[in-house]
């Protein structure tokens, strides 16, 4: 497999996922690079979708060890010091309109952020995984269960992110 190849075809796909996953584009681009920097060194071999599907699967992976680091970093802070962590940063827009417009995107797409934090990880992998066009097949190898039960487990991931999406008065 020629690595430029398969580097232009899937980091972009990848740096999408990561960035779904945490909502920071800088942490998104940091974990696609690093499941690539995996690759050059471990350099497993097989077709191009298993490829990327274990590029996948080693960015999800760098993306859960860093927030479980940062969680325990985040306790320790609150513990010692009392204080909580940074507000995120707001925007703006050139009129009342464009800002009022901005506010809603920006909610709308804070809800769903939220929505997809607050799922199990496998429902999460899943749906993200799925959007970059995973085939079911693609989704079973990453995620551990079975081919058979993709759909299935898709179709219930689904409807806990649309339910939990209505509860929180945001339209899917």
């Not at 920097?37 to 979708?49: S, T, Y």
């Not at 009022?100 to 809800?111: D, F, M, P």
Request: neutral net charge; contains cysteine; aromatic residues 6%.
């Amino acid at each position: 497999m020629d690595f430029d190849r398969l580097f232009d075809d899937v980091y972009p796909g990848l740096v999408r996922y990561c960035h779904r996953m945490t909502a920071d584009a800088d942490l998104a681009e940091d974990a696609a690079q690093e499941a690539f920097v995996r690759f050059l060194d471990r350099r497993p071999r097989g077709e191009a979708a298993g490829l990327r599907a274990w590029l996948f699967k080693v960015a999800t992976h760098v993306l859960r060890d860093r927030a479980r680091v940062e969680n325990n970093r985040a306790r320790l802070r609150e513990h010692h010091h009392g204080e909580g962590t940074a507000g995120r940063p707001g925007g703006g827009g050139a009129n009342g309109e464009d800002v009022l417009e901005s506010l809603e995107r920006k909610e709308r797409i804070a809800a769903v952020r939220d929505v997809l934090a607050s799922l199990e990880e496998r429902d999460r992998t899943l749906l993200l995984m799925r959007e970059e066009g995973f085939s079911y097949r693609e989704l079973a190898d990453s995620t551990g269960v079975q081919a058979s039960s993709v759909g299935t487990l898709l179709a219930r991931a689904r409807r806990r992110f649309e339910t939990e999406l209505r509860e929180r008065g945001t339209a899917t």
